[in-house]
């Protein structure tokens, strides 16, 4: 019995041994599990990183091919060239052997045919003299020639004008008397015609008066005519409503011919007819005046309506226009932005994807915006779940992303780098002087790795109780040039 009572404990404890070690074999399978999730989502990582250095070295490749090619037909163009310029130079200097030759022949020459100018010159002058005096001689001879020759005609023509001038005096004369005569005889003519003409012109006056009474009766006759139409409408229908007959039946030379019972029933007809004009009451005169201002209100209310109408069809028009023209800015504005975020995000981590995401891509104007970082070594996550330097880092990507789309001439950064260890910050500080060309920064800090990067600090300091003193400290007394703001920094 006490056999079977050890060998039932040493069963128990056989048991409790064996139990022991599964718990800590299932507590070794959950850390190999854990571990495998972990390892996957590194391979995970790893193969999207080796994706990408692989689409890189392929970029990498062709990028180098193309740079070879052209290096090579940079070479070959070098080496025609160089063998072109050779073969000028060598060209050039035959040429200039050859200009040299040229040159001195053209010297001599030159000397040559200078003392035979100077000889030619010499005797065409001699020559010119003689030839000269010969021509004033002659010429001399000719024009004494020529001035008698002339005096002559001269004195014949004259003697010929005398007598020419006496014949048109005699015939002047008689022109000026027929003038005369004829002169004489218009003024009559004109006399005659002047009083013609004011017998006509108070005939016309006459005609002008005849005319004007006459348009005055016709415009007379008109308005009467007028009024007579008016009354003979009023009298028909007042015939028609009271009579049921036109006054042209009335008119007509036709007799009707009513029996009694007819007139009888015409009779009782006017009687209900004008018991029921009497039933109606007097006639209000003011009815016409207040349909017309009813008529004017109308039309000056309608008026009014399709000037809203126009003013809110113009309106509409205008939000539209408004509408259309910022959905495309948003979007020209979202498309840069968000290119600058991807830089800079890679920038300050070293690495990774950063980018904005429309949440509703078909309404942009209406739409959100996701942030999305992908640090490197993590997945693609929303920035809510990043930790607080990257959070940190992000933000301050997408604000460096919205200046250089829109550059402001100043930027104050209150302890930005209060989460961020050393490396970050000295890729914040290289970004901060990068953009420090079109933005002057001013940076409230603690990190010493921040005012090392700044070219002016100001600290806050309180020596004694309850007084604040202000110190500041030139770093580069060098004044940068105007396009390249000053990054200043401070401590509190």
């Known amino acids: 019995m006490a056999g079977l009572e050890q060998e039932m404990e040493r069963l128990r404890t056989t048991q409790q041994a064996q139990e022991k070690e599964a718990l800590a074999l299932d507590h070794e399978m959950r850390k190999l599990a854990d571990e495998l999730a972990r390892t996957g989502s590194r391979l995970s990582v790893a193969r ?59 010297s001599a020459l030159r000397v040559e045919l200078a003392g035979l100018e100077e000889r030619r010159r010499a005797e065409r002058t001699a020559m010119a003299r003689i030839e000269g005096q010969a021509r004033e001689v002659a010429a001399r001879s000719q024009e004494i020639a020529r001035d008698l020759e002339r005096l002559g005609v001269e004195r014949a023509r004259l003697l010929a004008s005398n007598i020419e001038l006496d014949a048109r005096v005699g015939q002047l004369s008689q022109e000026r008397e027929q003038a005369e ?21 108070e005939t016309l006056k006459r005609l002008r008066a005849e005319v004007q009474e006459a348009q005055e009766k016709r415009s007379q006759i008109e308005v009467e005519l007028v009024k007579r139409q008016a009354e003979l409408k009023y009298l028909d229908e007042t015939s028609r409503k009271e009579l049921d ?151 301050l990507a997408l604000l460096m992303a919205i200046f ?18 050393e490396p970050n910050i000295q890729r914040l500080t290289r970004l901060i002087a990068e953009m420090a060309r079109q933005t002057q920064f001013i940076v409230i800090t603690h990190a010493k790795r921040t005012m090392e990067a700044a070219q002016s600090l100001y600290g806050v300091t309180m020596q004694e109780p309850g007084v604040s003193k202000l110190v500041s400290v030139k770093i580069n007394p060098v004044m940068p040039p105007p396009a390249q703001p000053v990054a200043q920094m401070a401590t509190m």
Not at 53 to 80: K, M, P, Y
Not at 245 to 254: H, M, Y
Not at 404 to 421: G, M, N, R, T, W
Request: some cysteine.
């Open 404 to 421: 250089k789309y829109q550059p402001s001439p100043f930027c104050i950064l209150d302890e930005v780098d209060a989460p961020l260890d």
């Open 48 to 106: 999207l990183e080796l994706e990408r250095l692989g689409q890189e070295r392929e970029r990498s490749s062709s990028q180098r091919e193309r740079s070879q090619a052209a290096w090579e037909e940079r070479e070959r163009v070098r080496v025609e060239q160089e063998q072109a310029l050779e073969a000028s130079r060598r060209e050039l200097e035959g040429l200039k052997a050859e200009v040299s030759r040229v040159t001195e022949e053209h």
């Open 181 to 201: 005569t004829a002169v004489n005889e218009l003024a009559q003519r004109e006399t005659s015609i002047r009083a013609e003409l004011a017998a006509i012109e």
């Open 245 to 395: 007959l036109a006054v042209e039946a009335l008119a007509s030379d036709e007799d009707i011919a009513l029996d009694d019972e007819a007139l009888a029933e015409v009779e009782s007809k006017y009687q209900e007819v004008r018991r029921r004009i009497e039933a109606l009451g007097p006639v209000n005169p003011e009815a016409l005046a207040e349909y017309q201002q009813a008529q004017q209100r109308y039309e000056f209310l309608n008026t009014q309506r399709q000037d809203l109408l126009d003013s809110i069809r113009d309106t509409e028009k205008v939000i539209l226009e408004i509408d259309t023209e910022s959905k495309k800015r948003f979007s020209e504005a979202f498309t840069a932005v968000n290119a600058h975020f991807r830089e800079i995000f890679v920038t300050l981590f070293s690495g990774g994807v950063g980018e904005m995401r429309l949440t509703d891509e078909s309404n942009a104007a209406e739409s959100g915006i996701d942030i999305v970082a992908s640090p490197p070594g993590k997945r693609l996550q929303n920035v809510l779940l990043l930790s607080g330097g990257e959070k940190a880092l992000t933000a």
